[in-house]
């Protein structure tokens, strides 16, 4: 079963264009499926039953996953299952009555305007404790608040993405798809700040493949750096909120919508295949109007 495995993973990386992130976690799930099915004696995808299926559901629950991380995984053997049956490699696809677990509505953590405001102003180049790479670091929090970008696309972004005429970012997404952000003034002039102070001098050190936000050795930043920057300087704001990259995602979009931003072109921006998606952020939305009643109304 190994080899169909490892089948299913290539399409996804080479005909489904899914980013690398995204195939290591189908991996992860789908072999501790494969996993299970050998620990059960099973030899075969073909031998799959409705029995064994339901074995392993349980399993997932029993060993603590959270209902999204069930989901989830649920989610990648359907698509393996449905993938070897199309093939041609099973006779039949053994998950067709396999529903997902119900996931319910998670609302994501938004920071206010005025946290987001401490958090930028906490990187401040004239402050006495800012550190030598704080141009960069500015730079890096006003793009993932100016344009809602994942940090997966913020590490990918190449400075001939900046369209700094046009004040657009040329962002790729999830599956390679690209699309065109907004992005405002302030953004810009930080861009272009960390550019003349910071990056010429870090450029010289390493081939950068015209990477836009390098490290201290020369080399693209990575994920983890840019999660480290998010949090040390949400802690400098004075936030006790458990914050990351992808929290900047989720006030851009709410603070668009609670400005009157249109649904779908908040879709547009964010790169979201399925309005549905976006329509999480129309109910933080309500969830602020209730907070805003509950503690301005007598009678509340």
């Not at 501790?32 to 997932?60: E, M, P, Q, W």
């Not at 800012?130 to 100016?146: C, F, G, Q, S």
């Not at 972004?157 to 390679?176: C, D, I, P, W, Y």
Request: glycine content about 6%; charged content about 25%; overall charge positive.
């Amino acid at each position: 079963m190994t080899h169909e495995l490892r089948a299913y993973l290539r399409f996804l990386q080479l005909e489904k264009s899914l980013a690398s992130n995204s195939v290591a976690a189908y991996e992860r799930d789908l072999v501790r499926y494969v996993g299970f099915l050998g620990d059960a004696s099973c030899r075969s995808f073909d031998d799959v039953s409705d029995d064994l299926l339901s074995r392993f559901l349980r399993t997932l629950r029993d060993v603590g996953l959270s209902p999204k991380s069930v989901a989830r995984s649920v989610s990648a053997v359907k698509g393996l299952h449905k993938y070897l049956a199309a093939e041609r490699i099973t006779r039949r696809d053994p998950t067709g009555n396999l529903e997902l677990p119900r996931t319910g509505k998670h609302l994501p953590d938004v920071l206010s305007f005025g946290e987001v405001s401490a958090i930028l102003g906490a990187a401040d180049p004239a402050a006495a404790s800012a550190v030598p790479m704080v141009w960069r670091d500015r730079a890096i929090l006003e793009t993932l608040y100016a344009t809602g970008m994942r940090v997966s696309e913020l590490t990918g972004l190449t400075q001939s993405n900046v369209l700094a005429e046009q004040q657009l970012v040329r962002v790729f997404g999830k599956g390679s798809k690209e699309r065109l952000v907004p992005i405002g003034e302030p953004a810009l002039e930080w861009i272009g700040e960390y550019t003349r102070r910071i990056r010429v001098r870090l450029a010289e050190r390493k081939r950068t493949n015209d990477a836009l936000f390098l490290n201290a050795r020369g080399t693209p930043i990575s994920r983890v750096s840019v999660w480290t920057i998010v949090t040390g300087y949400t802690r400098r704001a004075g936030i006790r909120k458990r914050i990351h990259p992808h929290t900047f995602r989720h006030s851009f979009a709410t603070h668009l919508l609670e400005g009157g931003a249109d649904l779908r072109a908040v879709q547009e921006m964010l790169g979201h295949a399925d309005i549905a998606t976006t329509q999480i952020y129309t109910h933080i939305d309500r969830e602020v109007l209730k907070q805003q009643h509950r503690q301005f109304h007598p009678r509340a």
